[in-house]
């Protein structure tokens, strides 16, 4: 069992295996297996797979995809600039997707005659953040 990148957590079944991709896997002939990589960054890959009925060996090689993240931010008053990376995405309420959490590590929010807010986001306890911040005039 390989993976792209290498290191990822295997489980087959629901059973983890004890070493990380790349790695083996012994399954009976013609038997539909769920083969589970996970690693850290990246987003979980899951595929069902039968082994060979003749009892052959095979490969399953699993492309796991950076992890992405979504922001949600408000504030009141409403209609501030959010600001990512120096670059304007809209204003508040906003939704944003399909964000890479290592590029997107603060944010600055402004509005004419209130005090521009800057916050660190925190990615580690999942993909999805909502930020509410109340503007100082």
Known sequence: ????????????DGTA???PTPTRFEGQPGKDY???MTLAKYQDWTKQVQ???????????????A????????TTPPGAAVIINDKVHGRTPLDLADLDPEATRSLKVELKGYVSETRALDWSAGT??????????
């Open 128 to 137: 999805k953040l909502d930020v509410d911040i109340a503007l100082r005039p």
């Open 17 to 19: 295996l004890a070493e």
């Open 51 to 65: 082994a060979r009925r003749d009892g052959g060996e095979s490969s399953v090689l699993g492309y796991l995809s």
């Open 67 to 74: 992890q992405r993240v979504r922001l949600h931010v408000s």
């Open 1 to 12: 069992i390989y993976s792209i990148p290498q290191g990822a957590r295997v489980s087959v």
């Open 34 to 36: 769920m083969i589970a």
